[in-house]
């Protein structure tokens, strides 16, 4: 077992030490992703399941892992693929149960089909069993029908368990947390998809679709390493900045129009979320400059909310408050600032949260309150600072102020003093992004 797999193992152990606070022990029972096909008989690429992956670091469909918490100590299994010559001439290596069991650190490894036979086994006399409960029809069939199982045993004196326990409320506030591992995978995904922004920004000129754009990204991934894009990029130009999600980029860009790019890449599983907002042509106009330069203010505003100990809920409110009194001064609202933060009505321009957590997911897992009260920030936390100003156009808007969509996101550890900002290398200031560009 290499040092990354060791990495694995002490997170099994960590859960199962939760397994024994929480109800005293059980089994843990977690699948990785299915295939799935795209068409005929093409799948799309294979990706596992998140806290699969976060378990055990195993990279093949078709794989269980089962913890067991007991009197007599832990046990941590893997069940997956047996070892096949000719699907692996078509399709390329798989581990097997042996190898497998060496290589990522498991006491014992089976074959994927027996799980059904030794589930039940595993189940019996368990006072607990930790499981993604609605992960997947198919997966809650199978928990279904092994609990059944065990309850059948019932006259040879097994007792099936009395708790069903969501195991994601206990690995959800761990994965919140990232460990070293995990960091440096993270630093990595950050420092290809800042190369990535940088050069689709040198690279993009008028009279380019935004796919072309997009493809200059998608190089720049590829060439860094990373196995996939951690969401569908955004590569919006003009009026389609002002769609959130907006997915066609194939629009024609013009002279004059803003691009707001939002991508990034999946590296080793880890997600990075970069977002940044230029001139197509390399210089800003008044009117865009002066969105620009007060969804900036907003965004360093929010970088200095986020330190250890603050709510995560504070960095929103900066967000809101800043760009409220920056509407005002751009007179697109009414003033004062707290009766528009009152009534909503910088809403029209600016309708989304501040950023979310980042990880294994682009949306992460974990909670962001509880029991009513925001998450207070802790070191090893991870999240995006993506403060934005959407201006459809509309007769009561001004000509010059249409159809800007400006949006700036950088992704951002919580260390021990403040924040280390993974994304910092990618252009921002105006006079940056104009140089960058207007590099061409």
């Not at 005293?24 to 799309?44: F, K, M, Q, W």
Request: with cysteine.
């Amino acid at each position: 077992m290499n040092h990354a797999h060791h990495v694995y193992r002490d997170r099994r152990a960590a859960i199962l030490s939760a397994m024994r606070e929480h109800a005293g022990g059980g089994l843990a029972v977690v699948p990785t992703a299915p295939e799935v096909i795209r068409n005929r008989d093409s799948h799309y690429p294979y990706r596992s399941d998140s806290y699969f992956h976060y378990l055990t670091g195993f990279p093949e469909p078709e794989a269980v892992v089962a913890l067991v918490a007991s009197p007599d100590g832990d046990r941590h299994l893997l069940f997956c693929r047996e070892r096949n010559e000719e699907r692996e001439i078509w399709d390329g290596f798989r581990y097997g149960p042996d190898a497998a069991k060496e290589i990522f650190g498991f006491d014992e490894a089976h074959p994927i089909a027996e799980l059904d036979a030794k589930l039940a086994d595993l189940c019996a006399d368990r006072p607990a069993l930790f499981t993604p409960v609605g992960l997947s029809e198919p997966w809650d069939r199978k928990v279904s029908a092994t609990l059944n199982e065990v309850r059948a045993r019932v006259r040879t004196g097994v007792a099936a368990p009395e708790q069903i326990v969501d195991i994601r409320s206990l690995l959800d506030p761990m994965r919140l947390v990232k460990d070293a591992h995990e960091l440096a995978l993270m630093r990595r995904a950050a420092a290809i998809s800042s190369a990535a922004h940088k050069r689709a920004m040198a690279q993009a000129r008028p009279g380019w679709h935004e796919y072309q754009v997009e493809a200059e990204l998608m190089h720049e991934f590829l060439r860094g390493g990373a196995q996939a894009v951690a969401y569908g990029s955004i590569v919006a130009s003009g009026p389609n900045a002002c769609v959130l999600h907006y997915r066609d980029n194939n629009r024609l860009m013009g002279d004059g129009e803003l691009l707001l790019i939002d991508a990034g890449c999946e590296y080793q599983g880890y997600a990075s979320d970069i977002t940044r907002t230029f001139p197509v042509n390399g210089k800003f106009t008044a009117a865009q400059k002066a969105v620009y330069e007060l969804v900036l203010e907003a965004q360093q505003a929010c970088l200095g909310a986020v330190r250890p100990g603050a709510s995560f809920h504070d960095y929103h409110k900066v967000a809101e408050r800043v760009l409220a009194q920056g509407l005002i001064d751009l007179k697109l609202i009414a003033g004062p600032l707290d009766a528009a933060l009152e009534s909503g009505s910088y809403k029209r321009f600016y309708m989304h949260r501040a950023g979310h957590w980042l990880g294994l997911d682009v949306h992460d897992a974990g909670l962001y309150q509880v029991k009513g009260e925001s998450v207070t920030l802790k070191p090893g936390m991870v999240l995006t600072v993506e403060p934005g100003c959407y201006i459809r156009g509309a007769d009561d808007i001004p000509p010059e102020f249409r159809d800007i969509g400006v949006r700036i996101e950088d992704d951002v550890l919580v260390t021990a003093d403040g924040i280390e900002n993974l994304t910092a290398a990618t252009p921002k200031s105006v006079a940056e992004v104009e140089q960058v560009a207007g590099s061409r």
